[in-house]
C-alpha cells in the first residue's frame, strides 16, 4: 500500500520514509531520519534527527522519538537512536539518542510497550518486549533484558541492569542492578521473591520455577556469603541453565544486586 502523508506534516527532503507507512497531522520528522515499512505516526508526534526505526512501529500522539540527550556533556555530537520492529510507543514518551560518552546509541528492541509519560534517557538498551508502564523513567546507560517490566512511576538510576523477566513494582526507586526472574518493590526497592506470575505467564516449567526458588533461597535467604551461597548453587543446581543465567548476572554485576527486603 502506498505510504500516506497529511498535507499538515511536516517531513524533511532527507528523511527516509518505508512504505505502507501512515503520518498523520502536524508530524514532524526531521532529515537523516529513517522510517521502516508499515509504521504509524500518530498527530503532533516529532521523530527528530538521526532516528532510526524498523516495521510496524506505532507512535502515538505527542510523543518526541529522538531528541537529543538531557547530558550538559553533549556538544550536538552526531548520535543514533535505533528502534525496533512492532513497538507501541504511547503519548508523550520521550526517546533521547546517545552520547559520544556512552556509545553514541541508545537502542529499543523489537515488540515493547512504552506507556505515556515514559522517559529513556540517553545511551539507554532496551532488549525485546520490555514493558515500561506510565511515568516510568529511565536514566542514562540503563540496559533492560528481555521481557522485564516496569510499573508506573518507577524511577531507574543510572547504569543499571535490569534482567530477564523482572519485574519492578509502580512507584519504585531502583539503585542497583537488579537478577532476572525477581519481583523488586518499595520506595527504595527491595526484593520480595521471584516474579512468580510473570514466570508462569512466560510458559516457564514447574522445574524451572522450582529452581529458581532453591537457588534464590541459598542466595538470599541461608545468610551465606555470596561466593559461598554461589558455590553451593552450582553444586546442587547446575544442571538448570536459568539458575546460571541468574547466577552469572549476581557474579557480573558492577554495582552490586538490590538487596532481599527484611523479614
Known sequence: MATEIHKTAVVDKGANIGDDVYIGPYVVIESDVEIGD????????????FTKMGKNNHIHS????????????????????????????????????????????????????IMAYAHVAHDCILSD??????AATLAGHVIIEEG????????VHQ??????????????GVAQDVPPYTLIAGERGSMHGLNLVGLKRRG??????????????????EGLKKEEAI?????????????????????????GVVPPKKK
Not at 516457564?204 to 532453591?214: A, G, N, R, V
Open 231 to 255: 558455590e553451593k548453587i552450582q553444586a546442587e543446581l547446575g544442571n538448570s541453565d536459568k539458575v546460571m543465567e541468574l547466577i552469572e548476572f549476581v557474579k557480573n554485576s558492577e554495582r
Open 62 to 113: 505527542y510523543a518526541c522519538i529522538g531528541g537529543p540527550p538531557q547530558d550538559l556533556k553533549f556538544k550536538g555530537e552526531e548520535s543514533y537512536l535505533i528502534i525496533g520492529n512492532d513497538n507501541c510507543i504511547r503519548e508523550y514518551v520521550t526517546l533521547n539518542r546517545g552520547t559520544k560518552h556512552g556509545g553514541g546509541v541508545t537502542k529499543i528492541g523489537s515488540r515493547c510497550l
Open 204 to 221: 516457564f516449567s514447574k522445574e524451572d520455577i522450582t529452581s529458581l526458588k532453591k537457588a534464590y533461597k541459598i542466595l538470599w535467604r
Open 148 to 155: 522485564a517490566v516496569l510499573g508506573g512511576l518507577s524511577a
Open 159 to 172: 547504569f543499571v541492569r535490569i534482567g530477564k523477566y523482572a519485574y519492578i513494582g509502580g512507584m519504585t
Open 129 to 134: 518486549e520490555v514493558i515500561m508502564a506510565n
Open 38 to 49: 508499515g509504521c504509524r505516526i500518530e498527530p503532533f508526534a516529532q521523530i527528530k534527527r
